[in-house]
């Protein structure tokens, strides 16, 4: 979104949203890319430019007309947003118009990952009836792959048919676990992510040191970089990292949430298989890491984390499973005395 001095929320929001404003045509869009890259952003930021009500010929969204301060106060009659109440804190967006959402927030239940049917039946609803203001309706789903079926369904049909003058923006990174006629239905989006000198400058601004070290960390995807460092990644300790899990360091991921954990050690053996395969690695520097040649070990290891991953959602004692998953790391990383099946003494006497 746009505030008041006119500035996009990110910098490489500018090309995005003007190839979305020359290229949209119908009433649904499909905005899908990685994650961590400014979706949500995006799917905002267009929504306020269809809203503003600025001048002509100057910037969309304008920042400082009246439907423009109405989006910016949340208050904007003729737009809605979904996502789902995990998320309204993470984004800074409470869903007070919602009644669903809304009679659950006194409950102690944990906040709901999904959009729930009776949100998108508020949705429907809502494009049903006249615009407030003269620029018609909006209606934001973000994630739009956590609508259940029930949810997607009965987003389905005003999709099919659309009702009066409402645009509807799906914001997405797994379009595949969309319903295919969900799909079909929108005009596709795609982002790429933005070039890594772009977002390294980007998240410098935000107060990261060494950031294109955490940005190749995180994929290449700013937004995700830069919440990884606010749970406490640094680029120090991301370059030590396969030196201290070839050691067994636990004490290195003390205190890690588990999902972060798993996928750090992923991105690990992913590294480690490329430099032993003489290629590029994608997310250390590849003076940090080990070889490792015995690809029966880096396969079974492989094979470990994603079992892993599976579970991180719900472990039962994470520190305990960080712990599991530095040893399995440690045996992998493991250096070879001599060609031949994996063996544990050598591994637990070895040192990076
Ligand atoms: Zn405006």
């Given at each position: 979104m746009v505030g008041g001095d006119g500035k996009l929320p990110l910098p490489w929001l500018e090309s995005w949203l003007g190839e979305a404003l020359r290229t949209q045509r119908g009433h649904a869009l499909l905005i899908h890319g990685p994650q961590g890259i400014g979706q949500w952003q995006l799917s905002l930021t267009l929504a306020q430019a269809w809203l503003c009500e600025g001048g002509q010929g100057g910037p969309r969204p304008c920042g400082h007309c009246a439907a423009c301060r109405m989006v910016q106060a949340r208050s904007h009659p003729d737009l809605l947003v979904l996502i789902p109440e995990a998320l309204q804190a993470p984004l800074g967006w409470t869903l007070a118009d919602t009644e669903?959402?809304?009679?659950?927030?006194?409950?102690?239940?944990?906040?709901?990952?999904?959009?729930?049917?009776?949100?998108?039946?508020?949705?429907?609803?809502?494009?049903?009836?006249?615009?407030?203001?003269?620029?018609?309706?909006?209606?934001?789903?973000?994630?739009?792959?956590?609508?259940?079926?029930?949810?997607?369904?009965?987003?389905?049909?005003?999709?099919?048919?659309?009702?009066?003058?409402?645009?509807?923006?799906?914001?997405?990174?797994?379009?595949?676990?969309?319903?295919?006629?969900?799909?079909s239905r929108c005009q596709a989006f795609a982002l790429k992510p933005p070039t890594a000198d772009l977002a390294a400058e980007w998240l410098a601004g935000q107060g990261v040191a060494?950031?294109?070290?955490?940005?190749?960390?995180?994929?290449?995807?700013?937004?995700?970089?830069?919440?990884?460092?606010?749970?406490?990644?640094?680029?120090?300790?991301?370059?030590?990292?396969?030196?201290?899990m070839q050691r067994g360091d636990a004490a290195a991921l003390a205190g890690w949430a588990l999902p972060r954990a798993v996928d750090a050690l992923q991105k690990l053996c992913h590294d480690v298989a490329c430099v032993s395969?003489?290629?590029?690695?994608?997310?250390?520097?590849?003076?940090?890491?080990?070889?490792?040649?015995?690809?029966?070990?880096?396969?079974?290891?492989?094979?470990?984390?994603?079992?892993?991953?599976?579970?991180?959602?719900?472990?039962?004692?994470?520190?305990?499973?960080?712990?599991?998953?530095?040893?399995?790391?440690?045996?992998?990383?493991?250096?070879?005395a001599a060609p031949g099946p994996a063996r544990r003494a050598l591994s637990v006497h070895s040192a990076a």
């Open positions: 669903g959402e809304v009679a659950e927030a006194g409950s102690k239940k944990q906040p709901s990952k999904e959009i729930k049917v009776e949100a998108v039946r508020a949705a429907v609803a809502f494009a049903q009836t006249t615009a407030a203001r003269e620029a018609g309706k909006v209606v934001v789903l973000h994630p739009a792959e956590r609508m259940n079926g029930i949810s997607a369904n009965a987003l389905l049909k005003t999709l099919e048919e659309p009702a009066g003058t409402a645009r509807f923006i799906l914001s997405c990174s797994a379009p595949e676990a969309l319903l295919p006629t969900i799909r060494q950031p294109a070290i955490v940005l190749a960390a995180a994929g290449g995807q700013p937004l995700d970089a830069l919440d990884w460092v606010r749970e406490g990644l640094d680029a120090k300790l991301w370059q030590q990292l396969p030196a201290l395969a003489g290629a590029a690695p994608r997310f250390f520097p590849a003076a940090a890491l080990p070889a490792q040649p015995d690809v029966r070990r880096l396969l079974a290891w492989s094979r470990e984390l994603a079992r892993a991953a599976r579970q991180a959602e719900h472990p039962l004692n994470a520190g305990l499973a960080i712990e599991a998953l530095v040893t399995q790391a440690q045996r992998a990383l493991a250096a070879n």
